[in-house]
C-alpha cells in the first residue's frame, strides 16, 4: 500500500507536496499560535482540478483536509485540527481577468489581496476589503472569514465586495456559487460560503466586485493625553453624520511599540491616537475631515496633524498597517483578539480590557476599528514562562464574553476559529445553534473538511483541544 506522501505525489508533481518535521512544524498553526497540531502532510495545488483531485482522494481514504491561504489568521482557521492533509493555495496566485468595464475582476483565491488593488489601480479601481495583512492575506483567506479592514468602515466587509466563488465542495464537486451579478434573485448562497470559515468547502476562484478610486483622501492624525477623550471622539464624529472612510484607534500600549519602530510626530504626553481618513468627491472629503477634526479638538485633542501629501498619509497608515507587528518588540509572543461593541461602549470596554490584562499578569495594548467597534486588544507575554498560555485564553475568554454582555459579538472579522468555538453559546441559544448545524449539514455532512472549527460538534474535537492547549503549556 503507498504512502500519504507518494499518494499525494500521484496526484500532483513531486516538488509541490511537502512532508517532514521541519514542514509540520512551520505549518502547526496559523498567525493564532495558542492552539497547534501538525499536519501529516502539505499539499501546494496550482489549479481547481488539482485541488478537487487532492479532496476526492481524502473522501475516499476519510482522510481529513484543511484549506489554508497565506496563515494569517488569526482564531485557528487554518489549524490542521485532526492532522491529515492541509490544501495550501499559495501556488494559486493568477489574476485570470481584470474587466473593467463592469468593475470586476477574477482570480485564483491564493492572489494577495493589495495585488488585486495593484492590477486594476490603472483603471481608476480598487478592491476595497483592506485587512492589516493585505500585503500578504489572500483572497481565499478573506473570503473564508470575511475579513474587514480600516475602510470596511464606510465600504463594507468582504460579502459586499464577491460576486462568485468557485468551490470544491465536500462531495469533491466543482460548483460556482453567485452569478457575477450584485442582488441576484434566490437564496443568497455566497453569503453563506462567504465567511463559512473554509467548513462548507474549498474556494479556488472568486470573481470580486471593483470600486472607482475616490476622487479625494484626506487623512489625520490626532493625538490624546488619554484614551477615553479618543474614544469619547469617536462616538462623536460618527454622532454628527460623518461616515469616515476609517477611523482607527491606538491606545498606549501599542503607541510605544509603533514610536520605537516608526517616526511619528506626536507630543510626549501622547496616550492615545485617532487615525481618521475621508474620501470621495473633493468638496465632501475636505467637509467631513473639517468636521471630525472640530470633534477632536473638542474632546481635548492636544494636537491634529492633516496629511499634505500621499507621502505623509502612507507614512501615517505604515504605523497602522504594521502596528501589530511591531508589538514583538515589547515581548517574544502576541495574541490578537477581536470582539465588537456597540462605539458608546469603548470607554467602558477598554477599561475593562486593562483590568483583565491586570488580573492575568500579561501586557495588553488596543489597535482596532474604532468607527465600527471593532476590537483588537493584544496581549503580549513570554509564551516560555509556566502558565502564561492558560492566563492569555482565560484573559481572551473573559473579553469576549464582556463584548456579548454589553451588547456586541464574538467576532468582527477574524473568525471563529478554533479559538472561540466554545464562546458561541453565550451569544446564541440552542434553538440558534441547532439552525447553524441545520444549515451546515446542507453543504457538509462529514467530518472531513476542515473539523473541529465554528461548531465543534465532530467526535474527537474536545479531546484534540485538551491536548493542543495541553502541549502548549
Same mark, same amino acid.
Given at each position: ?24 512544524r512551520a505549518y502547526d498553526c496559523d498567525a493564532y499560535t495558542v492552539d497547534r497540531n501538525a499536519p501529516s502532510c502539505v499539499v501546494l495545488p496550482i489549479s481547481t482540478e488539482e485541488v478537487q483531485s487532492v479532496v476526492r ?126 442582488? *441576484?434573485? =434566490? ?9 463559512? /470559515? +473554509?467548513? %462548507?468547502?474549498? !474556494?479556488?476562484? @472568486? ?31 460618527? *454622532?454628527? =453624520? ?9 491606545? /498606549? +500600549?501599542? %503607541?510605544?511599540? !509603533?514610536?520605537? @519602530? ?31 477634526? *472640530? ?179
Open positions: 500500500m503507498q504512502t500519504l506522501h507518494e499518494e499525494m505525489e500521484r496526484l500532483l508533481a513531486p516538488d509541490r507536496v511537502l512532508m517532514g518535521p521541519d514542514v509540520q482522494w481524502c473522501i475516499a481514504n476519510e482522510v481529513p483536509y484543511t484549506p489554508r491561504g497565506a496563515g494569517t489568521g488569526l482564531s485557528g482557521g487554518a489549524l490542521a485540527a485532526m492532522g491529515g492533509v492541509l490544501v495550501s493555495t499559495k501556488k494559486m496566485t493568477r489574476i485570470l481577468d481584470v474587466d473593467a468595464p463592469n468593475r470586476r475582476l477574477r482570480a485564483q483565491a491564493g492572489a494577495v489581496n493589495l495585488r488585486l488593488s495593484k492590477e486594476c489601480a490603472q483603471y481608476g479601481l480598487h478592491f476595497v476589503p483592506d485587512p492589516s495583512s493585505q500585503s500578504v492575506c489572500t483572497i481565499g483567506g478573506n473570503i473564508a472569514e470575511n475579513s474587514g479592514g480600516p475602510h470596511t468602515l464606510k465600504y463594507g466587509v468582504t460579502v459586499q465586495h464577491v460576486l462568485e466563488a468557485k468551490m470544491v465542495d465536500t462531495q469533491g464537486e466543482v460548483v460556482t456559487v453567485g452569478c457575477g451579478v450584485a442582488g *441576484a434573485p =434566490g437564496l443568497d448562497l455566497l453569503g453563506v460560503v462567504v465567511g463559512s /470559515e +473554509g467548513t %462548507l468547502g474549498i !474556494v479556488t476562484e @472568486a470573481l470580486v466586485r471593483l470600486t472607482p478610486n475616490p476622487e479625494k483622501v484626506e487623512t489625520a492624525l490626532a493625538s490624546f493625553a488619554d484614551t477615553r477623550s479618543a474614544t469619547e471622539t469617536v462616538a462623536a464624529i460618527i *454622532a454628527e =453624520g460623518t461616515i469616515p472612510a476609517a477611523l482607527e484607534m491606538i491606545d /498606549e +500600549g501599542c %503607541l510605544k511599540a !509603533v514610536l520605537a @519602530a516608526f517616526p511619528l510626530n506626536v507630543p510626549a504626553e501622547t496616550r492615545a491616537l485617532l487615525l481618521i481618513e475621508c474620501d470621495g468627491a473633493e468638496a465632501k472629503a475636505t467637509a467631513d475631515i473639517q468636521t471630525a477634526v *472640530a470633534q477632536c479638538k473638542a474632546h481635548r485633542a492636544i494636537q491634529v496633524d492633516i496629511a499634505k501629501d500621499e507621502k505623509e498619509r502612507t507614512r501615517l497608515w505604515t504605523a497602522r498597517k504594521k502596528g501589530i507587528g511591531a508589538m514583538g518588540r515589547l515581548a517574544p509572543t502576541i495574541v490578537t483578539h477581536d470582539g465588537v461593541i456597540p462605539r458608546s461602549k469603548l470607554p467602558e470596554m477598554l477599561e475593562f480590557v486593562y483590568e483583565v490584562a491586570r488580573e492575568h499578569g500579561l501586557g495588553v495594548g488596543n489597535m482596532f476599528h474604532a468607527g465600527d467597534g471593532n476590537l483588537h486588544p493584544i496581549f503580549y507575554f513570554d509564551d516560555r514562562e509556566s502558565g502564561k498560555i492558560d492566563a492569555v485564553v482565560a484573559a481572551g475568554e473573559k473579553v469576549i464574553a464582556k463584548c456579548i454582555e454589553i451588547g456586541g459579538s464574538a467576532s468582527g472579522e477574524h473568525g471563529i476559529g478554533v479559538e472561540k468555538s466554545a464562546l458561541l453559546k453565550m451569544m446564541f441559544n440552542e434553538d440558534d445553534m441547532r439552525m447553524q448545524e441545520d444549515v451546515k449539514s446542507v453543504f457538509n455532512t462529514s467530518s472531513l473538511c476542515n473539523p473541529c472549527k465554528v461548531i465543534p460538534d465532530q467526535k474527537g474535537c474536545v479531546e484534540h483541544m485538551r491536548r493542543w492547549r495541553g502541549a502548549a503549556t
